[in-house]
């Protein structure tokens, strides 16, 4: 008897992944036991393969466990929350609560190559941020410790203090993996956006050298953060944070340009009249030095012109006089001022080439940022208003350069803090009729000070999304697919981060005959205790690859409920008691993929082979049990 495959229930494993793009370009790496032999992959990069001791890089104290977290799969799941949403059917932003490291492992299957842009916000290790714990070793259990999933005797989450004698290390510990993974999830023209300030910018340039390439830095920007200098400041006013920008490929990624602004269309002008319209004039010279640079020019009052000494005319005699004779040489109202170059606005770029200086009065300030916060969240204790929270503005500015409207382009924030990537996203929808959407992630960490309605971060990320829809005028279509089948509705879906829904069999439990006794009761009973069809159904999605808002209907067939995921691509049925009929019926659709529960034939081992033949006479690609 031929048995179905069991689903894997871990998030995609990342160092298989490497092992086997690596031997579809080394196969004469491979061994007898389907490894690599290092020897040989040596061989075949001859002297490409640096063997020194000493090489220019970057290393810190943990770095090394920092790979093993990174290929640690993930055995949680996400939980839908429904209750928690807004048009959870029927939404495509998303909404997560729980430790990032974790979710990003989790999104590895569904979302590898599908997100455009990433903007994340992260402590900036001033010495009293909230940090992710150093020991990475247990990190849902310490996500389930932390938030009272289970008992309480593992390690927590705390500050950095910078009395540590590991201070930075821990940050970049804490950054490392988090990086690695979201850059799985950047299409090959997506781009990340990181704020940051002075603390740790420099480190933070190095090691997404390392992550991204350093040939895939894009900019570094600076964004005047404050309209009024601190006057209270020891040394100075610090006016700024800087934004790291990196490409998932610089060869592919290029900026949108931004829309020219009444101001900039104001700098030309037409003093002459001159029939092809308002120009402004740039300078003929600069100081890259060529042979016939230096050459002398008459204008038509009669004054000789040379540019000055260690400066050199841009172009060459002849195509000087070409411009002249086209009337593109300015010499001044009166034709004796040294020649500038007229510059059209009828042939210049539709849009504006963006800038590394981003001042508050195009892209916000902090204090519109809190004031925006409070406008959709209701604060008991001022002591919870968030002091580092951005405004939208500086993020429509982002979604201006890195995403298109209709490209229903995947927007994702890691550290979503207040949510103000969500608003971000949201607004710019609802101004250039866009169709992007979120995905927020947020670890629910707890207040100084108590709240009644909010307990946690992730609370005020709830609050003020659910604010920005339900604010915004829904007679506007703000997610328009691109087939035109008619109009997603805005909203958002709330997941939470969880043990699998699956009872796993621990190998490291004690082997004393209770329990190994308990451990066989939950291999026969596996499903844990409380959980949904709703709950197991999300998990198959999110392991099998599909992404979290794919279309899910229900079928009744042959008096069984199944669900049909993505128009009939995947069959899925978690009844416990399925028949020949349900199974023939399934077959019948033709599916790519089929999962069922492996209690749903209960113990009938006749039934299971039979499934498995009739599911491959019908084309059915994979079977598999849970």
Same mark, same amino acid.
């Given at each position: ?58 290393? =810190? ?45 989790? !999104? ?8 455009? @842009? ?11 941020? /909230? ?25 927590? /989450? ?9 201070? %930075?290390?821990? =940050?970049?510990? @804490? ?18 956006? $990181? ?27 600076? &964004?005047?953060? $404050? ?51 308002? &120009? ?32 050199? =005319? ?8 070409? !411009? ?5 040489? &300015? &010499? ?11 510059? /059209?606005?009828?042939? *210049? ?104 309605? !909010? ?12 604010? *920005? ?35 796993? =069999? ?9 329990? +190994? ?5 939950? %291999?026969?009973? %596996? ?37 049909? *995921? ?40 006749? +039934? ?14 994979? /079977?598999?049990?849970?």
């Amino acid at each position: 008897m031929t048995d179905p495959d069991k689903l894997d229930l871990r998030s995609q494993d990342i160092t298989e992944e490497k092992r086997a793009e690596l031997l579809r370009y080394f196969p004469e790496a491979r061994t007898e036991c389907d490894k690599i032999d290092f020897e040989r992959l040596k061989l075949a990069l001859g002297e490409t393969v640096d063997v020194g001791r000493e090489r220019y890089g970057m290393n =810190w104290p943990g770095k090394a466990d920092c790979f093993k977290t990174i290929q640690a799969p993930s055995v949680g799941t996400l939980l839908p929350c429904p209750k928690e949403s807004v048009n959870f059917d029927t939404t495509e932003n998303l909404l997560i609560e729980g430790d990032n490291l974790e979710v990003l492992k989790l !999104l590895q299957k569904s979302y590898l190559g599908k997100v455009k @842009m990433i903007y994340i916000d992260p402590p900036y290790n001033t010495g009293n941020d /909230f940090i992710y714990p150093d020991n990475y070793t247990e990190s849902l259990q310490t996500y389930l410790e932390y938030t009272g999933q289970v008992d309480s005797e593992g390690k927590k /989450f705390g500050t950095n203090s910078d009395a540590d004698g590991r201070f %930075h290390s821990k =940050w970049l510990n @804490m950054m490392y993996p988090r990086l690695y993974l979201a850059r799985n999830l950047l299409r090959e023209d997506g781009v990340i956006f $990181i704020s940051i300030d002075d603390h740790e910018v420099d480190n933070l340039r190095k090691l997404c050298n390392e992550v991204f390439g350093e040939e895939n830095f894009v900019a570094t920007i600076i &964004w005047q953060k $404050i309209f009024s200098p601190k006057n209270s400041a020891r040394h100075f006013s610090e006016d700024h944070d800087y934004i790291m920008v990196y490409a998932r490929s610089g060869e592919v990624w290029q900026p949108k340009l931004l829309s020219r602004s009444a101001e900039a269309d104001a700098r030309y002008d037409s003093p002459d009249n001159d029939p092809r319209g308002p &120009w402004t004039s740039s300078d003929l010279t600069a100081r890259n030095y060529y042979s016939e640079g230096q050459y002398e020019v008459t204008s038509p009052g009669g004054r000789t012109y040379k540019p000055a000494i260690g400066t050199y =005319w841009r172009v060459k005699r002849q195509k000087f006089l070409e !411009l002249d004779t086209d009337k593109r040489v &300015w &010499w001044g109202p009166n034709g004796n001022n040294m020649p500038r170059l007229k510059r /059209f606005l009828s042939e *210049v770029k539709q849009g504006m080439v963006p800038q590394t200086l981003w001042q508050y009065e195009t892209v916000g300030h902090t204090q519109e940022a809190k004031k925006e916060l409070l406008e959709h969240v209701k604060f008991e204790n001022t002591d919870n208003v968030l002091d580092t929270v951005k405004p939208s503005r500086l993020i429509q500015r982002m979604l201006q350069l890195a995403t298109t409207p209709d490209g229903r382009d995947i927007v994702l924030d890691f550290f979503a803090g207040s949510g103000p990537t969500g608003h971000a996203v949201i607004k710019q929808n609802d101004e250039d009729g866009g169709n992007r959407t979120f995905i927020l992630v947020q670890l629910p960490e707890p207040f100084s000070a108590p709240e009644r309605e !909010l307990k946690t971060i992730a609370d005020i990320t709830e609050m003020r999304i659910r604010s *920005v829809i339900g604010g915004m005028n829904e007679s506007k279509p703000l997610l328009r697919p691109t087939d035109g089948s008619g109009s997603a509705i805005l909203g958002m879906k709330a997941f939470k981060l969880a043990e699998s829904n699956f009872n796993a =069999w621990d190998a490291q439990r004690s082997k004393d005959a209770a329990a +190994l006794e308990r451990q066989l009761g939950l %291999h026969i009973e %596996h499903i844990r205790e409380g959980r949904t069809s709703q709950d197991i159904l999300y998990e198959i999605l999110l392991k099998s690859g599909f992404q979290l808002t794919t279309p899910v209907a229900t079928l009744d067939l042959a008096g069984k409920p199944v669900y049909s *995921v993505a128009e009939g691509t995947m069959l899925v049925c978690l009844e416990k008691d399925l028949t020949l009929d349900a199974i023939r019926a399934m077959a019948d659709l033709k599916p790519s993929r089929v999962v069922c529960l492996d209690a749903g034939f209960a113990g009938n081992d006749q +039934l299971k082979a039979n499934a498995v033949q009739i599911f491959k006479t019908k084309g059915v690609a994979s /079977f598999k049990t849970v």
